[in-house]
């Protein structure tokens, strides 16, 4: 049976882990690998990873790419899911994600996030964030869209067979925003992008913290940015909230 590993890329995360971790040690059935990669947290977050009995490693740079790299490169798992901090699967992933990924034509695949929060599901950002996946790429690079690129984010929790992965260079470590619209570009080259019918449940924290109006605008601001070749400097447009 095909080994999967759930692959964390965390910094300062002790707020939202907790809630993470209990999702997790509920999947049905489990994970076989559930890792970590840290980024330098200066809170709770390796130890509260550790006092779960995570695999729990420190990436020697910061930034979800090189974290993610990181991850890949040491995980025993076949088939890999990046997983947010402030993300919950739902309690079945392990079995969507063996399902999906016993189709030799799929490359790549992802949940659909429903973006959630103490006041309920955002259901104008959710479904938002679930169209972008085809527009985004129509209208920021076309030609690859007509390919058959699509772009999947962060909140999807996006899953991949490692071997490709490494395959394929990996991450961009430059690129410490959007780091997974370049893997889509790379794995459009093997197979279909697609995302399964179900749910993996994200923190509405950004939209809390910056406004609904601000947040679509940041978004828009910087995948735009990325289209023109911005990349380091994504993070600057990029606030950070935890």
């Keep these: 049976m095909t080994r999967v590993t759930i692959l964390i890329p965390t910094y300062n ?6 809630a993470t971790i209990a999702s997790l040690s509920a999947l049905d059935p489990p994970a076989d690998e559930l890792l970590l990669v840290d980024g ?5 977050t390796l130890a509260l990873a550790r006092a779960a009995g995570l695999t729990s490693l420190v990436a020697p740079r910061k930034g979800r790419g ?3 790299n990181h991850g890949v490169a040491a995980a025993k798992g ?12 739902p309690r079945d992933a392990v079995a969507v994600i063996r399902a999906a990924m016993a189709d030799p034509s799929t490359a790549l695949a992802s949940f659909i996030p429903r973006i959630a929060g103490p006041g309920g599901t955002r259901w104008g950002s ?3 964030n679930w169209i972008k996946t085809w527009y985004a790429p129509l209208i920021f690079r076309p ?4 390919r ?15 071997a490709d992965f490494l395959k394929l260079g990996g991450c961009d470590e430059r690129v410490v925003v959007l780091e997974e619209a370049e893997l889509c570009i790379k794995f459009a080259r093997l197979g279909r992008t697609r995302m399964v019918r179900r749910w993996a449940w994200t923190s509405d924290r950004r939209i809390a913290t910056w ?26 447009h990029y606030p950070d909230v935890r």
């Design 13 to 18: 995360e002790e707020a939202a882990l907790p």
């Design 78 to 89: 076949e088939v890999v899911c990046v997983l947010h901090a402030d993300s919950l699967l």
């Design 66 to 68: 090189a974290q993610i």
């Design 211 to 236: 406004g609904r109006w601000r947040a679509n605008w940041i978004y828009l601001k910087v995948g735009a940015m990325w289209a023109m070749g911005a990349r380091e400097e994504l993070a600057d």
């Design 143 to 146: 030609l690859l869209f007509a």
């Design 126 to 128: 959710t479904f938002h």
């Design 148 to 162: 058959g690129v699509r772009l999947l984010f962060g909140d999807h929790a996006m899953f991949f067979r490692r």
């Design 40 to 44: 330098g947290s200066t809170d709770a």
